[in-house]
Nanobody
Framework: QVQLVESGGGLVQPGGSLRLSCVAS????????MGWYRQAPGKQRELVAI???????NYADSVKGRFTISRDNAKNTVYLQMNSLKPEDTAVYYC???????????????WGQGTQVTVSS
């Protein structure tokens, strides 16, 4: 089992910045993808940004150029630096980890409990 604990959410004015953190603990495997998803009221959960164990990244078009995903391998932590925040970025942000062993074809998915980000004046 893997536990994911997010932190860093809060209330920020439009144009402001926040940094989310997600710490993974438990049975950590070396082949993984970690990412951030978000879900606004009445909407489906959507991908924000992902980072693979090889260092590849991918971003939703709506956040490219504003958000940056990064990691600290020593701390099993992934970060989401969010700049130039907009009201439409308001959502619950969830950390996700999908990992597998080298001998496995399919990975196991884990989710954090979510952290609220509210962008409002």
């Amino acid at each position: 089992q893997v536990q994911l604990v997010e932190s860093g959410g809060g209330l920020v004015q439009p144009g402001g910045s926040l940094r989310l953190s997600c710490v993974a603990s438990g049975s950590i495997l070396s082949i993984y993808t970690m990412g951030w998803y978000r879900q606004a009221p009445g909407k489906q959960r959507e991908l924000v940004a992902i980072l693979t164990s090889t260092g590849s990244t991918n971003y939703a078009d709506s956040v490219k150029g504003r958000f940056t995903i990064s990691r600290d391998n020593a701390k099993n932590t992934v970060y989401l630096q969010m700049n130039s925040l907009k009201p439409e970025d308001t959502a619950v942000y969830y950390c996700n980890r999908n990992q597998r062993s080298p001998l496995s074809t399919y990975g196991t998915n884990y989710w954090g409990q979510g952290t609220q980000v509210t962008v409002s004046s």
